[in-house]
């Protein structure tokens, strides 16, 4: 008798762990396949009166990216502060070119050891093409040209290309140069 009764609750124990490995694939599936236009439920409570994130297209991120980047008067036209803006390297450190010595910078720069090079460095850290600089809209960019010993832009190594801020360090073979406006 014993050993009926055992074996009921065995099968009703049983049972009931089905029911709930059911239950929780039912409701892993269904959460899976929302539907693709259905918002889901935010991770934290909004408070009331609260308004919902705006979905942009790509182009339209793009426009107001764009938008943000230039300040605007109150009459709506774009402010164009380039004509203020003078980039140069300004060499701080350089067993070759002495300190002090101002680089323009216009349009794209390269630096290396090869003699056609914007900037020629003839050391021995530095490559025969070894990076450029690059204007990209109102910002200058530092790309390393698959360089031996790397370019480095506030003691960090450049992979592919780094932006330069105002005061950046940019470090190639053993000259360093501040980047100003």
Known sequence: MIDIVLLVLKIGILVLLYLFIWQVMKTAVATVRAPAGAAAAPDVALPEGSRPVAVFTPAEREARREERLTERTIAGE???FTGHIDPRLVVERSPIVPAGVVFPLNGWITVGR???????????FVSSTHARFVPRGSFYYVEDLGSTNGTFVNEKQVSGEAQLKLDSRVRIGETVFRYEE
């Open 78 to 80: 774009k402010l164009d």
């Open 114 to 124: 090869a003699s056609s090079s914007d900037i020629v460095l003839d050391e021995h």
